[in-house]
C-alpha cells in the first residue's frame, strides 16, 4: 500500500511518517508540507490511504480530503488532529472517514490501514451482498426511512431506551471505526469534550442494554471492545438501504446529518 502522510508541522509530520512506517502493510511514503504539493502529487500517483493534518495553511484537511477522494474514491482517509472538536467534525463528515489524535499511535494507525485494507479488498472482489442471505448475518440494519435493526429471522430488536438504539445507529455508522466512551459523548450528547462523568455513567447504561438486546438477538459477538475503545464489525450487518429514494439518512439523529 501507498501511503500519504500532510502535516504542515515538520515534527508531528516526520512523527507521523514513522508510526505509518511501522507497518508491514505499507510499502511507499511520500509526505507533504503542503497541501497543494500533495494534492498535485495525487493527480499523477495512485495512493491507497492519506493520513491528513485537519488545521493547515489555506485548504484544511477536510477539503484536502475531498479532493483526495475525487481522485481516488476508494481511498482511505484518516484525519490527524490534536483538537478533540476537530476530530468529532471528522467523524460526522463522512462514516468512511478515520481519525486520529496528535500524537499518533503505532497501533492505532494500524488498526485504521487494516479497516481501509478490508474495505479495499471487498471492494476488489465486488459486492458480496448479493450473494449471502439475510440468514448469513447477525444483524440487518435500514438507515433510510427511519433506523431499524433487525436479528436474522427478521425479527425487530426492542429496545427500553431509545437512546441505546441511536447508540446503535452510531456503531453502525461508523462501520468498525472504534470509539472511545468520550467520542461518542461528544457526538451523541453534543459535549464540549470536558469529562462530563453523568454523560458517562449513562453512555456505559445504554451500552449494557445494546449489549444486552443484541445477546438475545444472538448477535452479541458483533460488538467488540478493544482496551477503551468500542466498535462493531461490519461485515456480520446486511445494509439494507431500500429505502433510500424516499427519506434521508438516518435522518432521526442530528449528528448523522
Not at 86 to 103: E, T, V
Not at 185 to 191: G, K, N, P, T
Request: net charge neutral; with cysteine.
Amino acid at each position: 500500500m501507498t501511503a500519504i502522510c500532510v502535516d504542515d508541522e515538520y515534527l508531528l509530520l516526520r512523527a507521523l511518517r514513522r508510526a505509518v512506517e511501522k507497518s508491514p502493510d505499507i510499502t511507499a511514503t511520500e509526505v507533504f508540507d503542503d497541501e497543494y504539493d500533495a494534492l498535485k502529487w495525487a493527480q499523477t500517483h495512485p495512493f491507497d490511504i492519506a493520513f491528513l493534518d485537519i488545521r493547515m495553511h489555506e485548504m484544511d484537511g477536510m477539503q484536502l480530503a475531498e479532493e483526495l477522494k475525487k481522485i481516488r474514491p476508494d481511498a482511505g482517509i484518516v484525519f490527524c488532529t490534536g483538537y478533540r472538536d476537530y476530530a468529532i467534525k471528522a467523524m460526522n463528515m463522512h462514516q468512511d472517514f478515520g481519525y486520529l489524535l496528535k500524537p499518533v499511535d503505532a497501533a492505532l494507525v494500524q488498526k485504521e490501514i487494516d479497516y481501509v485494507k478490508n474495505r479495499q479488498k471487498k471492494g476488489l472482489s465486488g459486492n458480496t451482498a448479493s450473494v449471502r442471505k439475510a440468514s448469513d448475518y447477525l444483524l440487518i440494519v435500514r438507515c433510510y426511512g427511519g433506523f431499524e435493526a433487525y436479528d436474522r429471522r427478521g425479527r425487530m430488536l426492542s429496545f427500553r431506551r431509545s437512546r441505546s438504539k441511536e447508540l446503535l445507529a452510531l456503531f453502525v455508522d461508523r462501520k468498525g471505526i472504534s470509539m472511545t466512551a468520550r467520542d461518542i459523548c461528544a457526538i451523541m450528547f453534543e459535549d464540549d469534550g470536558d469529562f462530563d462523568r453523568r454523560n458517562i455513567n449513562y453512555f456505559y447504561k445504554l451500552y449494557y442494554e445494546l449489549q444486552r438486546v443484541l445477546k438475545e438477538a444472538g448477535a452479541d459477538e458483533i460488538l467488540l471492545k478493544n482496551g477503551s475503545r468500542y466498535y462493531l464489525k461490519p461485515e456480520q450487518i446486511r445494509f439494507d438501504n431500500t429505502g433510500k429514494g424516499s427519506r434521508g439518512y438516518l435522518e432521526e439523529y442530528p449528528w448523522a446529518y
